[in-house]
């Protein structure tokens, strides 16, 4: 295991490792989760692990709800919360995940070779204000940031460098080990001012002399272009109107009639890697599959920190789920493309189609039309799914998150839909 894998839990058994030693505490999370200190000893750490579904975030809330009063854990259990907020509300807007990555590779083709120079120079951590370029390296180096220093550091480029969004958001995109299209583009988004128009986000000197360890301003370099009196916020960009479209429910298990006496595959992939702990428990698959797609690695440009994290999270996803299936296992890492790849395993294992929990907007979201077209050329299909857990919270995101959250926070503080009863039995 790296050095990263150890402060940032890469299986389910090192998550669940790192959550019962944080349990204790998480009564004193919404006091001290601001600070920002080596090692981050007051935040989980576990978001990477949530991102790829190691464990569940129902898991964690309902084990925080099994040992702490609700009243307790609350801001835990909102943050928590947070991200299926965001998710929710990418996935009925999946056009500024698009708008997104088209406006980062307009920037490259388009912008000011200066402009470009600059961001260069600020994405290695030689923008000139010493805390910022330390969070810089940082990131590069561990693939994690705490909340409040990429607010920060987001707020630094945006309005103190007057560099653009898209690009700042690709970057962290690239290297974050918990990089997700949803939290981490409307994190942006909401940084830059965009996400609650006119809302800025700014990075002030004063906030960041309260909640940083003494070690991170030892080196005073350049905090004066944080001075409160100083930081502005930058023009909003004009953009169209987001469009938001229509729900369309999925179940959590294929129909028997939709599989019928078929074989079929389970196709898992790293946005949940905890299948075996799904409603999908009980399917019969004669074969599971996971797949490093190389080209879209590449493509996005994924950092080698997160690169790894990622290879060690599916195979340990693929390796608890053939023992539960007990099956044949496969990992397969290609460079022919995901779509080819599902379609060729699929033929040559004489497989009707493969059952699979759905992709969000983002890389994989974006590969689903090509998925079932490489299929459907064989008359073969993927029967996609969604978690309950999913299918009731995302299309709650169609306004604010405070709307949101009171509706989560109705249903778990009365213990309604008992989350209990869901994925907890990790003891
Ligand atoms: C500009 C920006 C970019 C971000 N990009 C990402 C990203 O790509 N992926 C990502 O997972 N998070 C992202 N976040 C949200 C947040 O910073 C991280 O989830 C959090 O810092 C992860 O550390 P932790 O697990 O120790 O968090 P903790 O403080 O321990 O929080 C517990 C869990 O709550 C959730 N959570 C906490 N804060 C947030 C938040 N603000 N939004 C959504 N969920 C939250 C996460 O699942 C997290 O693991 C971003 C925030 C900003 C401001």
Not at 65 to 74: P, S, Y
Not at 324 to 339: D, K, M
């Amino acid at each position: 295991m790296d050095a990263t894998q150890a402060l940032f839990p890469a299986t389910r058994e090192a998550a669940l490792a790192r959550w019962q030693q944080f349990l204790p505490r998480a009564s004193r999370y919404g006091a001290l989760r601001n600070r920002v200190v080596s090692g981050h000893p007051d935040v989980t750490r576990l978001s990477a692990a949530i991102r790829a579904r190691l464990v569940t975030t129902e898991a964690f809330v309902g084990s925080l709800l099994e040992t702490h009063r609700f009243e307790a854990v609350e801001k835990l259990v909102q943050e928590l919360v947070w991200r299926d907020y965001w998710k929710g509300w990418l996935e009925l807007r999946p056009g500024v995940w698009s708008d997104f990555r088209a406006e980062v590779a307009r920037i490259r083709r388009q912008a000011d070779p200066a402009v470009l120079a600059r961001a260069e120079a600020v994405m290695a951590g030689r923008g000139g204000i010493a805390v910022m370029d330390r969070f810089a390296r940082e990131l590069i180096e561990t693939g994690y940031l705490h909340n409040h220093a990429r607010m920060w550091w987001a707020g630094y480029w945006i309005h103190v460098e007057r560099l653009p969004w898209a690009l700042g958001a690709d970057f962290f995109y690239r290297h974050l080990l918990d990089a997700d299209p949803a939290s981490n583009t409307l994190g942006w988004r909401w940084v830059a001012g965009l996400q609650t128009r006119g809302k800025a986000y700014l990075p002030r000197r004063s906030n960041l002399e309260n909640y940083c360890a003494p070690e991170f301003l030892a080196d005073p370099t350049g905090l004066e272009r944080l001075d409160d009196a100083v930081v502005s916020a930058a023009p909003l960009p004009a953009e169209s109107p987001t469009e938001r479209i229509a729900w369309r429910p999925l179940p959590e298990r294929p129909e028997a009639s939709a599989l019928g006496s078929g074989r079929w595959g389970l196709w898992m992939h790293g946005e949940d890697l905890s299948v075996e702990r799904s409603a999908l428990a009980d399917l019969r698959p004669a074969v599971i599959l996971s797949v490093f797609d190389a080209r879209r690695v590449a493509a996005f440009g994924m950092a080698s920190p997160r690169v790894a994290y990622l290879k060690t999270a599916l195979a340990d996803g693929l390796d608890r789920a053939g023992r539960h299936f007990a099956c044949h296992a496969e990992a397969c890492e290609t460079g022919e493309g995901l779509a080819e790849t599902l379609a060729r395993v699929a033929q040559e294992r004489g497989l009707a189609g493969w059952v699979a929990m759905r992709p969000s907007v983002g890389p994989l979201g974006e590969a689903i039309p090509s998925i079932e077209a490489a299929l459907a050329r064989d008359g073969r299909r993927v029967l996609w799914c969604r978690r309950r857990w999913d299918e009731q919270a995302w299309p709650q995101a169609s306004a604010g998150f405070f709307g949101f959250w009171e509706k989560a926070r109705r249903r778990l503080s009365a213990g309604a839909g008992d989350p209990r009863q869901s994925e907890l039995s990790f003891r």
